[in-house]
């Protein structure tokens, strides 16, 4: 091959490859452009996304917000402060404050309730406690309860507008033990909001309801929930404690704030939770305005006192259509135990009669008979038809003032020295048997021991740390398995004899977990 070929054929080769080169750059360029112009096209591209709005405010619901503003400036936080001896201590060395763990059931149920948050300090002489009021009245008077303000040496109230630090002094108008409701006053130069009452016997259950007050020292806050039950009681022999239940969320320091229906108004004032753990557990309990009511108008008048009717009996607080079969006929309130000297002992009640009538007109239930005999005023008579032993009998009784007859359980000092009237218990403490229900519950043999039901402050029983829920079981080795074993013993003893009790306490699940608690009876 000449060169002159040869050199052809290297052109040819060159001009072939370098064709490949550049239609292979081509195509890269030509790719790269179009997924570029793919991706500018989509950013560039308008969306179809409609925007999102808000809705105006007034379109939301607001039922629950105008109720809120419109109670709120009437709700108001309670800050007391007591004198105290000492730090109490519990019978394991710690403070006497409120267990964490809720006490472990048992006889719990019965008497765990929120006292307003309070935290003994650990000084030994000041106690702070929170809570929550009501105004009721623009003059100044403010519904609570009494645990909220009791053994308080100095109340103060805090107002809604009131500025940072800025509270008011309180005065104790009246306080109401068997109910748990208080009146305090603040005297101030200007008009108070007042809450408007509303009536409790028209709720039902399912009704929506707010909870207002302080919880944990935090004012102005609202809980939602249920009317979930009506007449719950939930403490023995309390009998005008009958509360309204619900799911509100009720805490420490919502204690004598307001429980209010979809009108706005007041139709009860929180009291208390049922809870294992010392906190909330979906159910709470607040007393119903009608009971507020009749305690606040006797509280505010001249005697600022609640007077009750009762001729001195009592009866299973559970009522049980077995008892009214055995001892009557199907119906009535059963009698458990009769005062002694009472008006019912005077007019020859006894144990086991069964009370149908009064005044002619029929009782079925023992709320009713208490209701009837409670509105009554002392010293005047009252006509009870009963049946003892299947035949029917009439008895007159003269109704007697409640608060005497009863006044060792309720922890009132006696105005007199009748006859008729119980003397003052040397300890200061209420027993009641324990009954086999209560003996199951609390994992002990039926039939044994009395379960301490009320403590007076400042009492004998106080001062060796006897507390609600305990059983006593021995006092000075004599077993004591009934309230007339307790009073007997109780009544042998003498100032300045040391006392011995073996007791069962408050939440222990075990047989075994007694103690003796001991003193010298003053």
Not at 93 to 99: F, I, K, R, S, W
Not at 330 to 344: E, H, K, L, N, R
Not at 498 to 506: A, C, G, K, N, T
Request: proline share 5%; aromatic share 6%; hydrophobic share 35%.
């Amino acid at each position: 091959m000449d060169s002159g070929a040869m050199w052809t054929r290297i052109r040819a080769h060159r001009w072939a490859y370098t064709f490949s080169i550049l239609a292979t750059l081509s195509l890269g360029i030509l790719i790269g452009t179009v997924v570029s112009y793919g991706v500018k096209g989509k950013e560039g591209q308008k969306s179809d996304a409609t925007p999102l709005t808000l809705p105006a405010p007034q379109q939301l619901s607001n039922t629950f917000s105008q109720i809120a503003k419109q109670l709120e400036p009437s709700v108001v936080n309670i800050n007391t402060e007591s004198t105290i001896k000492n730090v109490r201590r519990r019978r394991g060395g710690q403070d006497d404050q409120e267990d964490p763990n809720g006490g472990g059931g048992g006889a719990d149920d019965f008497f765990n309730r929120f006292f307003g948050g309070q935290a003994p300090d650990t000084g030994p002489i000041r106690e702070r406690s929170l809570g929550s009021g009501v105004i009721v009245d623009s003059k100044g008077f403010i519904v609570t309860n009494r645990h909220v303000i009791d053994k308080a040496d100095r109340i103060r109230v805090r107002f809604e507008d009131d500025p940072p630090g800025v509270q008011h002094d309180a005065k104790v108008i009246g306080a109401d033990q068997e109910t748990d409701l208080a009146v305090i006053k603040v005297d101030i130069d200007r008009t108070l909001p007042a809450a408007k009452m509303g009536n409790s016997d028209s709720m039902q259950v399912g009704d929506w309801v707010l909870a207002v007050g302080s919880p944990f020292g935090l004012s102005e806050t609202v809980t939602a929930g249920i009317v979930s039950a009506k007449g719950r009681d939930i403490v023995p022999n309390r009998q005008f404690q009958t509360f309204i239940q619900t799911d509100a969320a009720i805490n420490p320091g919502n204690s004598g704030g307001p429980l209010v229906n979809m009108n706005g108004e007041v139709i009860g004032i929180n009291t208390a939770i049922l809870s294992e753990t010392n906190a909330y557990a979906g159910v709470g309990f607040a007393l119903p305005s009608k009971t507020v009511v009749d305690v606040y108008n006797q509280l505010t008048g001249p005697e600022h006192r609640v007077s009750r009717g009762s001729i001195g009996i009592m009866f299973d607080a559970v009522e049980n259509p077995a008892i009214a079969r055995v001892y009557g006929s199907g119906f009535g309130v059963t009698i458990s135990s009769v005062v002694a000297g009472s008006p019912a002992d005077q007019a020859g009640l006894k144990v086991g009669d069964t009370i149908t009538t009064v005044d002619g007109k029929k009782v079925s239930k023992g709320s009713e008979l208490v209701a009837d005999i409670a509105s009554r005023k002392a010293g005047s008579k009252v006509s009870l038809g009963f049946l003892r032993n299947g035949k029917t009998q009439d008895a007159s009784v003269t109704i007697a003032e409640r608060s005497k007859l009863f006044a060792a359980r309720l922890g009132d000092e006696q105005d007199d020295s009748e006859d008729s009237t119980p003397k003052q218990s040397k300890f200061g403490v209420t027993v009641r048997k324990v009954t086999p229900e209560m003996a199951d519950r609390l994992d002990m043999p039926a039939g044994k021991g009395v379960i301490v039901q009320d403590v007076k402050p400042r009492s004998f029983a106080e001062d060796v740390n006897l507390g609600r829920g305990d059983v006593i079981l021995e006092i000075n080795k004599q077993p004591v398995n009934s309230e007339e074993e307790f009073a007997k013993v109780e009544s042998s003893l003498k100032s300045g004899q040391d006392v011995v009790f073996l007791v069962r306490q408050r939440g222990s699940q075990r047989q075994d977990g007694t103690i003796f608690v001991a003193g010298t009876l003053p």
